[in-house]
Nanobody, 126 residues
């Protein structure tokens, strides 16, 4: 089992940047494929980015490609989401999620993830 705690959210102007972090504790972090999801007010939770256990494989939803970068540091038990060129459409609560997986497996599907953080809110003003 793994516990996840997100941080780094806040209020930023359009065009600005933020770096979200997700601290993991409990079971061995390197055994988990990780993902970032977000949920805007009144909308369903959506996939943002995911990364394999080693970090060698990543995938992004189209709307954040070339603006967001997912990464992980297994030595620090940490997952990151670097976000640049933020727009009001990026306003949401951002959640990190973990799933036990084989080394090469990643998933864009929320129901594939077993563990979730409590979320960190990102608000982008126009």
């Amino acid at each position: 089992q793994v516990q996840l705690v997100e941080s780094g959210g806040g209020l930023v102007q359009a065009g600005g940047s933020l770096r979200l972090s997700c601290a993991a504790s409990g079971s061995s972090f390197s055994n988990y494929a990780m993902g970032w999801f977000r949920q805007a007010p009144g909308k369903q939770r959506e996939f943002v980015a995911c990364i394999s256990r080693s970090g060698s494989m990543t995938e992004y939803t189209d709307s954040v490609k070339d603006r967001f970068t997912i990464s992980r540091d297994n030595a620090k038990n940490a997952l990151y989401l670097q976000m640049i060129s933020l727009s009001p459409e990026d306003t949401a609560a951002y959640y990190c999620a973990a799933r036990p997986a084989r080394p090469w497996r990643i998933s864009t599907t929320a129901t594939d993830y077993n563990y979730w953080g409590q979320g960190t809110r990102v608000t982008v003003s126009s």
